[in-house]
């Protein structure tokens, strides 16, 4: 694109682990274009952001950060109109950056310059968990209790280790939620649940055949009678066969809603590799809001 943009972007200083990539992104942008930085330290800080933003003329907006940023920008981004048909770029500073990997975006600074001053656009189809949007995933149970216990400050410094660290201590301890799994008017017994957006799961992983980020699908995981062998054995489908449905106690919703409620104690709950909290029953569903993302 030969035209000179006006780009404006949202920096969350929290998941800043590639301050060279995104300086250097910056400075290219700043040869031929216009950016205006925000930097964001808190939630309180990054509403009154997109609020302000909302207000601004401007032609596209740039989030900095992880997947739970991004996350945290739609859920605003969708609350203002004037924002909400904005054309999004990324740059992925995060810990897992999902996104990242499903969008092709490398962590090369020419690269992605390219691609925020291109017209390559893709639409991501969201989906909702009660009132929170989504365009990754949710995790109900085991993933929800491994995010619900990596410490955010931790996390900033250790990246992915905390994480690992986490799932081995989660997996040694195995304590199954329990709960109920509703869809189509079928209701089955479950110990954790994982509803996609998205092809990839932790990293550079493929869980799903049947859905990518830019798909309109929703594919829902329910884990039935969890134990640590079989988490083994889903590592090993994930790594090697790319798909999680191959394994037979594995029940696979393709449906655009789904109830989950607790059978014994509240169910923790992850949405774009974020902790939100400890819900009795939760419902997701596919919407048909959308964000206009710069992708390859």
Partial sequence: M?????????????????????????????????????????????????????LKLFDRLVITGGDGSFNFAINEIIKYPSLSTKELGYIPTGTANILGIEAKIK???????????????????????????????????????????????????????????????HFIFLKPNQMMVTSNNVTIDANWVLSTNAKYYGGKYSITSKTSLFDKGLITYAFVN???????????????????????????????????????HSLPVQIDGDYTSKINEIQIEQTDKFVNLLSY
């Fill in 2 to 54: 030969e035209s000179k943009l006006k780009f404006c972007a949202v920096v969350n200083a929290n998941a800043l682990r590639n301050q060279k990539l995104l300086n250097q992104v910056i400075d290219l942008l700043k040869n031929n274009h216009e950016i205006e930085i925000f930097e964001t330290k808190s939630k309180e800080e990054a509403r009154d952001i997109f609020k302000k933003l909302s």
């Fill in 107 to 169: 962590n090369n600074a020419n690269s992605i310059y390219d691609l925020l001053v291109s017209n390559n656009v893709k639409k991501i189809q969201l989906s909702k968990a009660n009132d929170q949007y989504f365009f990754l995933m949710t995790g109900i149970g085991f993933d929800g209790q491994i995010v619900e216990a990596v410490n955010n400050s931790v996390k900033r410094y250790l990246g992915k280790l905390a994480f690992i660290y986490k799932s081995l201590t």
């Fill in 226 to 264: 969890l134990t640590r062998l079989k988490l083994i054995y889903y590592l090993f489908l994930s790594v090697f066969k790319g798909d999680l449905s191959r394994a037979k106690d594995i029940k696979v919703f393709q449906s655009n809603k789904i109830t989950i409620k607790k059978i014994n």
